[in-house]
């Protein structure tokens, strides 16, 4: 099997430049076609495979050069280059050519593939009928992608959704739709999907295709479990192909990528620019302290929890006095959702959960001092945080805050908009918010707080404590920096608020990117530097 470009070479020596325009026939490098088959062929049980732009099938090529025993699928619309590819790979049993339409065909939506490597076609003006292309894809897949959406990434999501388990597929496209508004539906089937790994951006000084596609970037995707991470990295020089080699060898290991996040803290609306560009910070402006509008303290440490909390049934049989029971909660497990509510803490009091703390105000009350003896006899008198306090069975006095926010929560920061007065210990930290300044209240902070843009803001801050974000202080968020929404106009402020209001005991979060886009409108550089 020829695996050298001399096939294409004399195919383009001997075909018109515009036969080849008309189909978008530009061929894919040797180097780069055979980085991208090791990506398949990481796929141990690799056996069937579907290139779906044959062309002269360099993949299927290089592919059957490293193992014989594949079975291939290729499809292309256009006859001159098929009846080519078909000389090319007589004698081949196992490779069936189609020649067919490979997006607009609706037979093969659920044909599945072990790997699925592929140059689609890239048509800068739209001579292809997009509108009815994109709604078939719309309709497959239950997307919404708008009807300029560009007709390679139609092949890539087609794709992704015919792998079979720990099947594996490697495109090379155009970068554009990363950046571009029409991408923004793309990017979110991709992390919807689960099977996104790795984006690797090109930016060449010289042209890697025979034409003019300078920036292009391969995208690595897998049916497997490994879909906690997605990975970026950059290439601006053609000596550095040898990195996507280590790249692909090192998988499920980020080791050699530029940049590895955490695949939710990947949000679609944003320019994919942020995550691989060196400078690796969003353009947002206005940015300020968060001091500037709010304070987070720690919740209240009892310093013997088990002896400080009480549930309803203890309460009862100790006989102490209600008015010496500071409501309060002790595991932020027991609270769900984003709004904290005096139902929702009814429904914990009833429930039996430990939601009081001692707070001894009546010391008349015979039981309560009862209660503390026993403390003493238990010498939880002599704990830590206890001997420092006189006496010692006091509690810290402190405001409820309005907002919590979860201090070890692996999936980000969680923040809770807490509307009753009920305190907590330290399984929350607090959040009092600084005087209404320039009308920054508790629901528009919090409504800021709950968005994907808030998040990716703190966790780049927390990267830069080297604490991330699971670990987060009072004081890593007090000195981490958020946009500056006091500078946004009322109406906006308005906007934001009663977005959050009108949803807060809403279980589908799909309001918050309401909420993103007006941030994104007002505070994102959309004239960002271009990476070059
Ligand atoms: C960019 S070339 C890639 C060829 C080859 N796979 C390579 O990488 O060198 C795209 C190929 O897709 C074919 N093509 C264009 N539109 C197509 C479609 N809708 N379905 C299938 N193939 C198509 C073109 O004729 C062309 O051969």
Known sequence: MNISGEIESKYSSTVSLEHRKKYAQFFTPVEIADIMTEWLLGNDTLSDVLEPAFGLGIFSRILLSKKSNLSITGYDVDNAIYEEALRVFNGFRSVNLKLEDY????NNWNEEYDGIICNPPYFKFHNYDNKSVVSKVNQKLNIKLKFHTNLYVLFLLKSINQLKKNGRCAFIIPSEFLNSDYGVNVKKYLIQSSKLRHIIVFNFKENIFDDALTTSAIILCANDEFADTIAFSYINDVSQLKKIKQIIFSYPNNTYSDFTYNSKDIHAELKWKN?????????????????????????????????????????????????????????????????????????????????????????????LNIYINKGEEKKINERYLTSKRIPWYSMEKRASSPIWVNVFNRNGLRFVRNETQVMNLTTFHCIYVNNNLFGVDADLLFAYLISNTAQILFSICGREYGNGLNKFEPNDLNKSFMLDIGSLNEIKKDKLRTIYRQNKKNNDLSYINEIDSILIDNFYEKAAPSIE
């Not at 968060?290 to 088990?306: D, L, P, S």
């Not at 309803?312 to 595991?331: A, E, T, Y």
């Open 103 to 106: 997006v607009k065909n609706d």
């Open 275 to 367: 995550y691989y560009s060196p400078t690796d910070v969003p353009q947002f402006k206005n940015l300020v302290p968060f001091a500037t509008y709010a304070k987070v303290m720690r919740g209240i440490a009892t310093g013997a929890n088990e002896y400080f909390s009480f549930n309803l049934s203890k309460v009862k049989s100790s006989g102490i006095d209600m008015i010496n029971m500071q409501p309060c909660i002790c595991h932020s497990i027991d609270v769900a959702g984003l709004c904290f509510t005096s139902e929702d803490f009814d429904n914990l009091v009833n429930s039996n959960k430990n939601v009081y703390i001692l707070n001894p105000i009546n010391k008349q009350d015979e039981n």
